[in-house]
DNA sequence: AAATATACTTACTTAGTAGTAAGTAAACAA
DNA sequence: TTGTTTACTTACTACTAAGTAAGTATATTT
């Protein structure tokens, strides 16, 4: 009657996986370990072993989303900056067709209410971005492939803005806002 | 030991007041009747008096943003149309001082949790604003006052984006974001 | 072959949460 | 003065949440 353990760790993966779907569409504090279990037909205490805290949990969906930007980026590396910016835009175009928001706009609100290590984890996630697409864009203006005004981190905290946003955005008046929204970024950044 | 009737629904304005804050600063599944009753020194029950459900009570709460929206940005009408923009990043500005977020950062990443007739509600205010801004920055360009590419409406969803994410941004990374990127969005938009 | 570690389940506790039913003091109206 | 409405409180129900302790089948090591 028991499960084959087949492989180490299976679950473990795919409570992740879960979570992270459920951080995305729901927020942090309105999916329960019941939601995970369920679904996955394991039990509510499965969920306990893998995590204890609900805190636990948490911090490693973060953690693997700032090691899922840093290979994705990594990868983008030998491209053109402006081409850089395109991908990072297309990241988020996926995830709103797929109904989902970014971990920082589904964790910013509720910030207050997560425990200071996976606070700590979400400061840590935020600027690997900023810092990522800050040298981005300083390297694109002196390459001449990217146009604006001010300095480089303020630029890219604006865009990181929208594109958050627009997530968001969406959520409430349509899926039009991400498509709207990333063109005519994309378009002020190219135009000199 | 009972308390003076004194004036009719002065507890129901206190619970939309600790409603409203408690909105902005947790999250609306982050916080409980309790956390409203306690501090009012009022029982769970006498907020189920007023707003029978959860939802009633977020309802209210919306309504009385787009109202406050309505009459702010009424009041402004006579200004040339750069100086209202002003107004409603100092709006902002104020909500990052006092750690509050908007109701829309707050209520969008929970939308899909929340009650069909709160949804329309959240829609409703996002339409409200997004509108008014929209006509602000036509009428804006159209003086000379205001330079933008793009259509007015798609620029209008973009800087609302940003003033919404800049205070989502400030709660992780530190007040600093909101002030940048508000600087900056006034300077990209006074620029020809 | 025995001991140990892994990956769970069963069964539970504790502590909320939204929500309700019934009662009550004060204000106000007929 | 009686009746009714307003604005609550008291005392609950039904449910869900996170978390835990103890047991068990399987796999791995010794």
Same mark, same amino acid.
């Given at each position: 009657m028991r499960q084959m $353990? $087949?492989?180490?760790s299976e679950t473990r993966d795919k409570i992740v996986a879960m979570a992270d779907r459920l951080v995305r569409t729901q927020g942090f504090n309105a999916f329960s370990y019941k939601d995970i279990a369920a679904p996955l037909e394991i039990k509510n205490a499965a969920v306990h072993y893998h995590f204890p805290a609900k805190a636990d949990l948490g911090i490693e969906v973060v953690e693997q989303e700032i090691e899922k930007f840093r290979s994705q980026t990594s990868r983008w590396k030998k491209l053109p900056e402006d081409e850089q910016v395109v991908k990072l835009t297309e990241v988020f175009r996926r995830h709103s067709q797929e109904g989902n928001i970014c971990l920082m706009g589904s964790l910013a609100p509720d910030f207050r209410t997560l425990s200071p290590a996976m606070q700590a984890k979400v400061l840590e996630m935020a600027n690997a971005i900023i810092d990522w697409l800050t040298q981005c864009l300083e390297q694109g203006r002196k390459q001449g492939r990217l146009h604006f005004k001010g300095t480089a981190h303020t630029r890219a905290l604006i865009i990181i803005s929208n594109l958050q946003a627009s997530l968001l955005l969406s959520r409430v008046i349509g899926s039009s806002a991400i498509r709207d929204i990333t063109e005519q970024l994309l378009a002020d950044l190219r135009q000199k």
């Open positions: $353990a $087949a492989n180490m």
